[in-house]
């Protein structure tokens, strides 16, 4: 009796996109098959187009396709991958797993990155301060694996990092220009999910091994960070946790450095500021006589605005001044990261004008505003206008109405244009901070204003 097949309602695109990703044809797919089952089947390349017209094959043959297609594309593909099968949702706990071997660890970077897609994301829950307890603890513990070559799947060379840097420079300039919520964000993940997952257990050399970890590291981060200014605060933390341990799979301290102090910003800005003062100043600490001054001096600047929230002015000010002297200490032939060479003494003065209006000292606020001014909106469209709100605040601080009514204006008129949670949370502290007076006829139409603009973004 021939074999019975079931059509579901439209062709398998899914199928159809992973042959093609696999680069295998329709003919060397069938016979691949045939010989998992030992010559007991006889697919042809006509039984393969039955299949992508829609016809699913009887038990085991979808297991077998999906294993033939995990084979070629080194990555782990399941029958509801290829469309014959049904979607199983990610465990709940997925990519929060720190694991301390490194085989281990980088299957489950792969499983990460290859079954979290954005819809999925979007239905996480909120912050947990809980889980960055156990990788936290673990990185600072031992932050670097021993480097070793790998063979699995595809070969990865030097073409494919390159591709993969592209793609991490690119996506930083987009989130920095159009916030979190860009259309680009989503690429970030996709290109985990298709480019980087799959290399992770491919072959490669030591330094390739070790090249391939801090990229992955580094786009898992700018994934992070770009759910974290969206408001996906539970999204954020398994990117975040999953760039750490690749950190640490990478043997950089740098690297672990960068994203275990990024981390310690997203736990101050949830109100968690002693874990995220801890959180900065290990990273600093552990990586000190490893990482480039101007990676360290993104920590101290980290730990500052920690600091600087607890209403800690010594602390605050020993910290801002240490990341100030690491950004001065760079001479020519110093090792430093081009994917960091954003953090200057204009973006350290912003982030300086923050922590003092936190302190609630205006008048340092201003000052420390004045060389921030070098900043061009045009490419930190996000970083200035959330400047020109927390200068807004400032002056309101001061009882100077009109000043801050009138940089609280331009600060909305540049975060109107970004889609970014975290931006629209500083305009509203601004319009908080309004409510003396609410009764002026100016105060009550920025109000109106900036729930209209809000509401658009």
Known sequence: MPALHRRPKKPNQDLAKLLTESGMSRKSLAQRVNELTNGRTAYTHTSVGNWIAGMVPRDPTPALVAAVLEERLGRRVTVADIGMGEVQRPRKDIGLDFLRNPDDALRLAAEYWSTVDRRTLLTAGPFAITAYGSPVSRW???????AVPR??????GRTDLDELWAAAEEARQWDSKFGGGNWHASSVVECLKQRAAPMLLGTYTESIG????????????????????????????????????????????????????????????????????DMAEGAYERAKHAAAPRVLAFAKLAAARAYGRAGDERAATAALTASENLIDSIRPGTPDPEWIGYLTHA??????????RDLENSAAALRWNQQADAMPPGVYTRAVGIRLAVVGTAHLQANDLDHGLATGTRALEILSQVRSARAQDYVRKFTNSLDPWRHESQVADFIQRSRLALAGV
């Open 140 to 146: 600072l513990a031992t932050p670097a694996d021993p």
């Open 151 to 156: 063979f699995g799947g595809q070969r990865v």
């Open 210 to 277: 070790s090249e391939l970890f801090t990229v992955t590291a580094e786009l898992a981060r700018v994934a992070a960070w770009s759910a974290f200014d969206m408001g996906h605060h539970d999204v954020a933390q398994r990117h975040f946790v999953q760039a750490l341990r690749l950190a640490r799979s990478s043997g950089n301290l740098q690297t672990g450095c960068y994203v275990l102090a990024t981390m310690s910003l997203q736990a101050f800005l949830r109100g968690y500021i002693t874990e995220a003062i």
């Open 347 to 356: 973006r350290i003065s912003a982030d300086a004008a923050e922590i003092f």
